[in-house]
């Protein structure tokens, strides 16, 4: 019998073949409706590569933390390991703060966060569209918009907020590079990983003028934990004109040998 396989809603992933046999204890096991191999993930969209080597359904929906994530598995990577990241987050903010997620995905973080937390808005921005499909099905699943959720490109904050009054999250279809939403953000969120420094300086540019917070995800040797990222952060936030005023580090989960991946909570003042 298989021992190692991860289960999304009623879809199972492997990493290897498996026989027909094991195929079918897996099936009775786990009243599963679909197996799938689960590959790789590759590109900038982090779009997995997977093979069904049993039923035809791709398309499941997680529940955890009271919370339903509707997603097609075979288009979209999905992270058990960050359970107990995507809880902590669900508590982290107020009904004063108005939140940017820079890679929000499915909703990942951005849903537990709408409903736990009730921050004032959320804007969730994410580049894949079936990724950005399924934000948008996400949000009316857990009802929690007001209004109509429509697809939308506009990246422009005044536009969003004038045909989404009602709405707590704004999702943005496109590249977070290209959004328009300076000094709007009391908290940003980072959950991306492999290239993160490379899009800080566009957060400090969301970043509110006085400063506000980033939860900023990268993969770290375990030898340079002491220095990365703080050094990172600290160089591009003077950059920017702020500085740190508190850092803590949060271990998630090992990424490979020798190295994890990790969350730096910071928070940030002006030095103008």
């Not at 736990?116 to 950005?132: G, M, Q």
Request: with cysteine; glycine share 4%.
């Amino acid at each position: 019998m298989i021992k190692k396989y991860q289960k999304i809603g009623d879809i199972l992933l492997v990493k290897t073949d498996i026989s027909t046999e094991e195929i079918n204890q897996l099936v009775n096991k786990t009243k599963c409706k679909t197996i799938l191999k689960y590959d790789n993930i590759k590109g900038e969209l982090r779009q997995p590569k997977t093979t069904i080597i049993y039923g035809n359904e791709t398309e499941t929906i997680q529940k955890e933390y009271n919370i339903l994530f509707k997603i097609d598995v075979s288009k979209i990577m999905w992270s058990m390991g960050n359970i107990d990241e995507r809880k902590r987050m669900a508590d982290i903010s107020n009904p004063n703060e108005v939140v940017i997620d820079m890679f929000a995905g499915i909703g990942y973080f951005t849903i537990p966060m709408a409903k736990y937390s009730k921050p004032k808005k959320i804007y969730a921005l994410e580049l894949n569209p079936d990724s950005y499909h399924y934000l948008v099905e996400n949000i009316k699943l857990n009802k929690l918009n007001d209004g109509n959720c429509n697809n939308n490109n506009n990246n422009d904050k005044n536009n969003n907020n004038n045909n989404n009054n009602n709405n707590k999250i704004i999702p943005i279809l496109g590249d977070n590079r290209k959004a328009n939403l300076r000094n709007t953000a009391d908290r940003i969120i980072m959950g991306y990983v492999l290239k993160t420094g490379e899009f800080l300086d566009k957060a400090f540019e969301y970043l509110k003028e006085d400063g506000g917070i980033i939860h900023y995800h990268d993969t770290i040797a375990e030898k340079i934990l002491d220095k990365e990222p703080y050094s990172k952060i600290k160089n591009i936030a003077e950059k920017n004109n702020y500085k740190i005023i508190d850092y803590k580090l949060n271990k998630i989960k090992k990424y490979s040998p020798g190295v994890w991946h990790v969350v730096a909570d910071v928070k940030f003042e002006t030095t103008l």
